[in-house]
């Protein structure tokens, strides 16, 4: 059974669910934490590849730049020395004029890189050289001396172009080199990223379902027995359990409320036994009264009637005079015995001691104020408490009828099939009665409710009153 188990300490709830809830919930955290902290430590190392990617392209631009500056350079002046044309210059002094401010920007470009840097001031130093040590010397001595354009200085500027585009070439091939290794990096950063994505969400997915199935099993699924229980428990079902199988506070509340039933259960029984002790009580006593009544003041008030009737019979023929005192004497002394009688009926009825519930159920309807239709099914006696009740609520709805109902027929049936007497009470009158307080239906539903029956009233306006009532019959 589920109460069979001890009762949890009370140190079982503060280590219980809460503990296991925070727990599960700080590893889900930190898993999930620790899963997007690999993910952004991948998307900051994608950035950085990518940023020196960007910076490695900028590099090979940059030395193209210039390297087209030095070409401009030598074009312009080999075209000056030849044509003796100023017009050759323009992009000559173009290029010499934007030379040392774009190899200043290469160098910074490449700073953080010591191959680069070093290469990339070589040319600085080889760019300047040409053109402070032999271009502007060469164009100047031209514009003096057209003939030295055929001398041995164009071969030497050649020579330094030369060298300078080797230089060129060697810090492009290690950009491209760089640049290749960088997107390579990158992919793989890019790629990195992705998987650390998906594993990160498809993780967090499977943490957060494992979570809640967690959440579900120890607490929804609990929670909700509970709650249907305790609608069941709210309807009447007092044997509604529940499994004790909960952890923590969970399992504290499983056991709260099964300890609950059963109180309520056990109330309920005491309650029932209560009343029933004390209506059954009540009707010995009724009982005890109507015989105490019959066989004493009744008896001494027929006796005392006989005496007078007696004492009428022996009068002297001389005294007539006291012949109408005795009469009226008897005669008084009878309508109490009548009137005795009518309390001792209303007290508790001695047929249904004498006879049973049949012959008292016919005595009533008799005595009814209103004609009555009859239906009996009910073979041989029934225990005591079941006759006095049903006798009661026949009683009492047939006196109702009378005085509230102005009805033209009464409607009475009483059956016994599979353990129980079915009664039922209906009228043609005006209806709209009800057990509220004051009404002696109160007091029938008490009586029947205490023998474990259940009483009806169905009574709406206009449309007559039907009073219905269950009784548990042992062994009917």
Request: proline share 4%; net charge neutral; hydrophobic share 45%.
């Amino acid at each position: 059974m589920f109460l069979g188990r001890s009762r949890r300490p009370a140190g079982d709830v503060g280590r219980g669910l809460t503990v296991r809830t925070v727990a599960a919930g700080a590893v889900l955290a930190l898993i999930v934490g620790g899963a997007f902290a690999v993910l952004l430590a991948s998307i900051a190392d994608l950035r950085d590849v990518r940023l020196r990617e960007q910076r490695s392209a900028e590099v090979l631009t940059m030395a193209n730049r210039l390297e087209r500056l030095i070409i401009d350079m030598e074009t312009g002046q080999r075209g000056f020395a030849l044509t003796g044309q100023e017009d050759f210059l323009r992009p000559w002094r173009e290029a010499v004029a934007a030379f040392p401010g774009q190899a200043s920007a290469l160098e910074r470009l490449v700073a953080g890189v010591p191959a680069e840097r070093a290469r990339a001031r070589t040319i600085a130093a080889a760019g300047t050289s040409y053109i402070d040590d032999y271009s502007v010397p060469l164009v100047e001595a031209i514009r003096r001396d057209p003939a030295r354009a055929r001398t041995a200085e164009i071969a030497e500027g050649e020579r330094r172009v030369d060298a300078m585009r080797a230089d060129f070439d060697a810090l492009v091939a290690t950009a491209l080199s760089m640049v290749r290794t960088e997107q390579r990096q990158s992919e793989a950063a890019a790629h990195r990223a992705s998987a650390v994505g998906v594993s990160g969400l498809i993780a967090s997915v499977a943490l957060i379902g494992a979570y809640s199935g967690y959440i579900t099993r120890a607490v929804v699924v609990p929670v909700r027995r509970v709650a249907g229980a305790t609608r069941r428990l709210a309807d009447g079902d007092l044997q509604a359990r529940v499994p004790e199988s909960g952890a923590g506070e969970v399992g504290v509340l499983e056991h709260g409320f099964n300890t609950m039933a059963v109180t309520l259960a056990r109330q309920r029984a005491e309650l029932a036994a209560s009343r029933s002790r004390v209506v059954t009580s009540a009707d010995q006593a009724r009982r005890r009264i109507e015989r105490d009544l019959h066989d004493g003041i009744q008896q001494r008030l027929v006796s005392l009637v006989l005496d007078v009737r007696a004492a009428q019979a022996r009068l002297p023929p001389d005294r007539p005079e006291l012949a109408e005192p005795l009469d009226r004497l008897a005669e008084g002394l009878g309508e109490a015995v009548d009137e005795l009688r009518e309390i001792s009926r209303g007290i508790h009825p001695a047929i249904l001691s004498e006879a049973g519930l049949g012959p008292a159920l016919k005595t009533l309807a008799r005595r009814s104020a209103v004609p009555v239709e009859l239906e009996l099914d009910v073979p041989g006696r029934l225990p005591e408490p079941v006759e006095v009740a049903a006798y009661y609520v026949v009683s009492e709805a047939l006196t109702n009828t009378a005085k509230h109902a102005h009805a033209t027929t009464v409607t009475v049936r009483a059956h016994l099939a599979d353990g129980m007497l079915r009664l039922h009470v209906g009228d043609d009158g005006v209806g709209g009665a009800s057990t509220g307080e004051g009404s002696g239906l109160l007091g029938l539903a008490d009586r029947v409710e205490a023998l474990g029956g259940t009483i009806t009233l169905v009574s709406p306006p206009g449309e007559g009153t039907a009073l219905s009532a269950e009784l548990p019959v042992a062994g009917g």
